[in-house]
């Protein structure tokens, strides 16, 4: 069964890919999908052909994702300008005014200079961390290996990688259930400690990957909207590969460099605050909250220190004002998901939707209260629905912000092994009644 769905996601996809090709009035989009196209075809007709199914999902997500950014970027270097979506160079000036003026950001007059067709690029509406991913062309000048997607592409490898071995090491059930002794004496002298307690044995890592890992790695990686998005934007891909790496962390019992990750992830968009929430209820359910808070909580706010300083308007205009729609100019980003359809066609819609955007926050954060997740499968799953709620009801979101839940709900059963914590093993916490 999973090599058929394997089939047919590489068959749609690149069925999507020529499509795209074809008709997308998107210039990097269409040239990605000439490139993607024979990627998805390729691993079709490997499926049946290769045995390890994580393999074939790493091999294509170089492919579909990573071979047509790099041509991008070599064609972007050599004088294209049509190869690259704007938030990469939004990203890259961001960089560039962070080493000339301290902060990534405009403030609302200097954005009010630029001529009207060109204003939208004037706005920066990611977090501070997003500016360093700019600096290296900032530094170096205009090459391909200093193009901002290149840098977004090889934080995504890292830290996906690294959240695939840690979840690779987790202890199946059968084999924590392995270390338990054949006899059960009836008396002991003394409780054995949890250092003396012995170690569950971890798979082999030549063995295969589960089902449900090559699942959410697909979903990261090769899905169309994620490929697409790294290879002609990308933004958004390190901070999904950072807030899995997270979980995994978590579901390791690594929590100060969960929160690490997370914290980095926040730094640089948004979109990671609401796994920061739940993490820190994790944390504060499993107590061990003191490690997790210095990263998940110090990296963003440490980020926002040097824009605060230099210029304090200049960060509430770019990052709350012009997502708002209180800018000088209106978003790009308007999907016909619910919240900006009820914004468009009803009167006072914005305010309807931001008002059904705040409802679901708020019976999310009190369900995340009353029956916290005690696990990182549970955790994951609060991520996963919370964001799927938030994109949907805002009155500004992309289609593409989908990648987001895709991810986080399809690594939750990869993440549902018994780590040998304290915590119960199948954490209903979204389900109990």
Same mark, same amino acid.
Request: aromatic share 6%; proline share 8%.
């Given at each position: ?10 068959? &749609?996809? #690149? ?10 009035? +998107? @210039?990097?989009?269409? *040239? /990605? %999908? !000439? $490139?993607?196209?024979?990627?998805? &075809?390729? #691993? ?10 994580? +393999? @074939?999902?790493?091999? *294509? /997500? %170089? !492919? $579909? ?369």
């Amino acid at each position: 069964m999973t090599k058929k769905l394997d089939l047919a996601l590489y068959a &749609l996809s #690149a069925v999507f890919a020529l499509v795209t090709a074809l008709t997308s009035t +998107l @210039l990097p989009h269409r *040239a /990605w %999908g !000439a $490139v993607a196209a024979w990627g998805y &075809l390729t #691993a079709a007709l490997l499926v049946y052909l290769v045995r390890r199914r994580d +393999l @074939l999902a790493w091999a *294509a /997500w %170089g !492919a $579909v994702a990573l071979l047509p950014l790099v041509i991008q970027s070599v064609q972007r270097a050599g004088g294209r300008t049509d190869r690259a979506q704007e938030e990469v160079l939004v990203v890259e000036q961001m960089g560039e005014s962070l080493l000339h003026s301290g902060t990534p950001y405009l403030s609302r007059t200097e954005i009010a200079a630029i001529p009207l067709d060109e204003r939208l690029l004037g706005y920066r509406p990611y977090q501070p961390g997003m500016s360093l991913f700019g600096v290296p062309r900032a530094l170096t000048g205009d090459h391909w290996f200093t193009d901002a997607r290149v840098w977004f592409a090889i934080t995504a490898v890292v830290t996906l990688a690294a959240a695939v071995t840690l979840v690779r090491s987790l202890p199946t059930p059968s084999a924590v259930r392995s270390t338990r002794p054949l006899f059960k004496l009836t008396r002991t002298t003394a409780p054995v400690s949890q250092a003396e307690a012995p170690a569950a044995p971890r798979p082999d890592s030549g063995a295969p990957v589960s089902p449900a890992l090559v699942r959410a790695v697909q979903a990261a990686t090769v899905l169309p909207v994620t490929a697409l998005t790294l290879a002609t934007g990308g933004d958004d891909i390190p901070v999904l590969t950072l807030c899995l790496l997270a979980l995994a962390l978590a579901a390791t019992g690594r929590p100060g460099w969960s929160g690490v990750a997370v914290g980095a992830a926040a730094a640089c968009k948004l979109f990671a605050l609401p796994v920061v929430a739940v993490l820190i209820v994790h944390a504060v359910v499993t107590g061990s909250w003191r490690r997790l808070l210095p990263g998940a909580l110090g990296l963003p706010l440490l980020a926002l220190v040097p824009p605060l300083l230099v210029d304090a308007d200049a960060l509430i205009e770019n990052v709350l004002r012009f997502p708002m729609g209180h800018g000088l100019v209106t978003s790009p980003a308007q999907s016909p998901f619910p919240g900006y359809l009820i914004s468009q066609a009803l009167p006072g819609g914005r305010y309807i939707a931001a008002g059904l955007l705040v409802l679901a926050a708020a019976v999310i954060g009190i369900r995340l209260l009353r029956r916290p997740p005690r696990t990182a499968p549970a955790a994951a799953l609060f991520c996963g629905y919370g964001l799927l709620a938030a994109i949907l009801l805002m009155p500004t979101t992309r289609f593409g912000y989908l990648l987001y839940p895709a991810a986080l709900l399809l690594l939750a059963p990869a993440l549902s092994k018994d780590t040998g914590s304290s915590a119960p093993r199948h954490d209903t916490a979204l389900y109990r009644h």
